[in-house]
């Protein structure tokens, strides 16, 4: 989805501007790679590090074409990927706009954290801790609209770039 390359640009560029943030991007270049292949690129590019997690941006969509909102999925049970959904989480609703705009789908009273837990392929290979973020519905106008302004994306550039400082200095 366009949108989300876009919010990967838009990250990539913020943290190229602060040295002391290493990361990997895998760019969305527009093809469907297989799951088993992503997530064996994540793999070799977080094998290598000391400390690494991975962060997989989607929209999603619903059947209906009424759902909306922003949802932080992670492993089934407790990982060190539910700590990072929570930190992500936190810098979430620590932005007023974004908190206005999208409502938290969040998931307390399974395990008592903010996270939805999925049995997704990609939160159950990566040998890193791993994240799955939806920013919102691309089949709702409401959410759809949100998606493609700027302030929107670069709000949640600057959240993931706060994840990353506190990823890599605490």
Known sequence: ?????????????K????EQIRYNWYPYDHQDIPLRSRVQSY???TNAQTKAVIISLHANASPNHNGRG???FTSKGETLSDQYATIIGEEFKADPVLVDSFAFRTDYATDGD??????FYVL???VAP???IEHGFFDNLDDASLLINTDIINRFANMYLRFAIKF???
């Not at 943290?15 to 602060?18: L, P």
């Not at 903010?114 to 049995?119: H, P, T």
């Open 1 to 13: 989805m366009k949108q989300i390359d876009t919010l990967y640009k838009q990250y990539n560029s």
């Open 15 to 18: 943290a190229k501007q602060n």
């Open 43 to 45: 793999n070799e590019m």
């Open 70 to 72: 922003f949802e932080i």
């Open 114 to 119: 903010l996270d939805k837990e999925a049995d």
């Open 124 to 126: 159950r290979k990566t």
């Open 130 to 132: 791993a994240v799955l």
């Open 168 to 170: 890599m200095f605490n």
